[in-house]
């Protein structure tokens, strides 16, 4: 039986429930949590022991755990509700801790890729400045979206945060079995922060101009054994001191190109490869939101997230790394919630980031592989 997520809330504390949904769409059911078994044969057992009480403590019995044989056991549903919308917005701070449980962490983004980098020549990292898996879904228009997921931001949606919490600690280039190492940015090497993205890389790292430089220099290089890493503008380039109304479409279509032109590349060099693209954060468009000032006691240069402890309902505080200390260290800084700001955007401001929100903290973690 095909339903919606707000006709399951109906039948919860009802029946003993079989779901195929995306778990996601758990944190849009109302609380308490959700008494989730991973076995649906558990269920039966408790059912058939005469045990299954509903209660305050155990609200209703759910299980994503298909087993076609015990349909009849259950009322089996498939939950139609794709829960990577803007409505997340509506769960997303309450649900913090359980939406990080059920999709990839950004800091854990390195250890996916080390992991699954097994029986290939080259592993390609493609680091986008600014792109949210709404902007990428909406805007991508290829197959290959399908080879995407989404992952969470667990932390301050800002670049040098979010760049550093992709490559770990230690860096992806210091952990993968690899012999050579070349880096591209579009940022100039004595930016400190390309310094740090690309530790290990000595002097085999190059300032590019465009994607075509990156893909000039990839032709000649024989890719066995071999970690790239590309650091590439993107939709943050137009959302902050931007003159004319911009255009994510254009930038994500410009994006694809390229990615495209490098898988084709690759494919021609004749050697193994995963290549993957991620994002340090998304970007919060002002156009979509109905932005909330609130007034924290404090000027701040930033709209999204402040430099110092506050204790609020509107603001979630996550430890990150202060890149101004030496040697590195953590401090406290906190994430506004959507959708407040500490002050007001500036005309040339087309959007944000550094809060928490679908639309900052969702991005895409796109994986191909060549054989």
């Known amino acids: 039986m095909d339903i919606d997520i707000r006709e399951l809330n109906k039948y919860l504390g009802l029946v003993p429930i079989m779901a195929k949904m995306n778990p996601l769409s758990l944190a849009f059911l109302p609380r308490p949590n959700p008494f989730i078994f991973s076995s649906s044969k558990k269920i039966l057992e408790i059912l058939d022991d005469g045990q299954l009480v509903l209660d305050n403590h155990h609200p209703y019995y759910l299980t994503l755990d298909w087993q076609p044989e015990l349909e009849s056991r259950f009322l089996a549903v498939k939950v139609n509700h794709n829960p990577l919308t803007p409505e997340l917005n509506n769960v997303l701070s309450e649900q913090w801790d359980w939406i990080c449980s059920v ?3 950004q800091s854990n983004i390195s250890d996916y890729i080390f992991e699954n980098f097994i029986g290939f020549d080259c592993c390609i990292l493609v680091l986008v400045d600014g792109l949210s898996w709404h902007d990428f879904i909406g805007n991508w ?3 290959i979206v399908n080879q995407a997921q989404p992952i969470i931001v667990d932390g301050i949606s800002k670049t040098d945060l979010g760049m550093t919490r992709i490559l770990g600690n230690p860096p992806l280039v210091e952990r993968l079995p690899i012999d050579n190492a070349y880096g591209f ?5 004595t930016n400190p922060l390309t310094d740090i993205l690309f530790s290990g890389f000595g002097s085999r790292v190059e300032k590019i101009k465009s994607f075509d430089n990156v893909l000039g220099q ?7 054994k071999t970690y790239i890493q ?20 254009n930038y994500v279509h410009e994006l694809r190109k ?24 998304g970007i919060l468009w ?3 939101t109905d932005f909330e000032y609130i007034n924290i006691g404090n000027k701040n240069y930033h709209p999204r997230y402040i430099n110092f402890h506050r204790a609020s309902p509107k603001v979630q505080m996550f430890s990150e790394i202060s890149f101004a200390s030496e040697p590195l260290s953590h401090v406290l800084m906190g994430a506004l919630k959507y959708p407040y700001i500490v002050r007001n955007l500036k005309s040339n401001e087309w959007g944000v980031h550094g809060g928490i929100s679908f639309e900052e903290s969702i991005v895409p973690l796109l994986k191909y592989e060549i054989f």
């Open 103 to 105: 999709l990839v962490k």
């Open 141 to 143: 228009k290829s197959d």
């Open 185 to 189: 940015s579009y940022w100039d090497r």
């Open 218 to 224: 990839i032709q000649n290089l024989n890719l066995e």
């Open 230 to 249: 590309i650091v590439r503008q993107g939709l943050d380039e137009i959302c902050h001191r931007h003159r004319d109304r911009p255009s994510p479409e």
């Open 258 to 281: 390229d990615f495209e032109n490098l898988i084709n590349l690759v494919i021609e060099k004749k050697q193994s490869a995963q290549i993957f693209l991620t994002s340090d954060h």
């Open 286 to 288: 002002q156009n979509n």
